[in-house]
């Protein structure tokens, strides 16, 4: 299995904290983390999926491996900058969104857009004509996100057969 954690590459310790939870969390249940490689979220979520074993993704957005942050065990370089957000959802089975800025709303569009399930932590919201959509799965905390991500692949793949 693949998720893609996405979020700032600044953020605040709160949202490290949950992050690295996270990355703890997946590594558990042995699914390769996937994010874009940087700072803040994507480092704290890859440090924690390290600390436990996991292994971890950085599709990065220029043009060298040495900026993927030092958790990443495969940098992929892209060279696109912010483009790299749709390779980096459509790498996952299920995005799990941590905080986050307009980077992380488009990676959630592009998730949503692509029918990829998408869990939200602390995240963005969505509304249309003043009225919530329910296209973002929340979670209260680490371990709920996770089994949640997962539950929704295991769905995806019921359904497919």
């Known amino acids: 299995m693949f998720v893609a954690v996405v979020g700032g590459a600044q953020c605040s310790r709160d949202e490290a904290k949950l992050a690295e939870a996270v990355g703890v969390e997946l590594a558990k249940r042995k699914v390769t983390l996937i994010c874009g490689g940087l700072g803040g979220v ?10 436990a074993g996991g292994k971890t993704v950085g599709i990065v957005p220029g043009n060298t491996r040495d900026e993927a942050n030092p958790y990443v065990d495969i940098p992929i370089v892209t060279g696109i900058g912010e483009a ?3 390779i980096v959802v459509n790498t996952a089975q299920a995005v799990i969104a941590i905080g ?6 488009s990676e959630i569009a592009y998730a949503l857009r692509s029918k990829i399930p998408v869990v939200g932590l602390n995240t ?3 509304s249309k004509n003043g ?11 680490p371990k709920e ?6 539950a929704a692949i295991k769905g995806a793949e019921e359904a497919a057969k």
């Open 124 to 126: 963005w919201t969505l």
């Open 84 to 86: 790299r957000n749709v």
């Open 42 to 51: 994507m480092a704290a979520a890859c440090k924690g999926a390290r600390s």
């Open 145 to 150: 996100a996770v089994e949640k991500a997962v």
């Open 100 to 105: 986050g800025k307009f980077g992380t709303l």
């Open 131 to 141: 009225r919530l959509v329910k296209s973002i799965i929340t979670a209260q905390n």
